[in-house]
């Protein structure tokens, strides 16, 4: 989903995979070849490959 889009939202994720935010953050949190570049809605997801 982030590689189709790297400016999607946690809640955008949440909700289409039917999860709480929390969730997301902790998948994500767990990935370690992902970062959020900048601030709030004017930064986008970074896949390191």
């Given at each position: 989903m982030i590689k189709q889009n790297n400016k999607v939202s946690?809640?955008?994720?949440?909700?289409?995979?039917?999860?709480?935010e929390k969730t997301i953050t902790r998948?994500?949190?767990?990935?370690r070849n992902i970062k959020y570049v900048g601030k709030?809605?004017?930064?986008?997801?970074?896949?390191?490959?």
């Open positions: 946690r809640k955008d994720i949440s909700i289409k995979l039917g999860v709480s998948y994500i949190n767990e990935i709030g809605g004017n930064g986008h997801w970074e896949l390191e490959e």
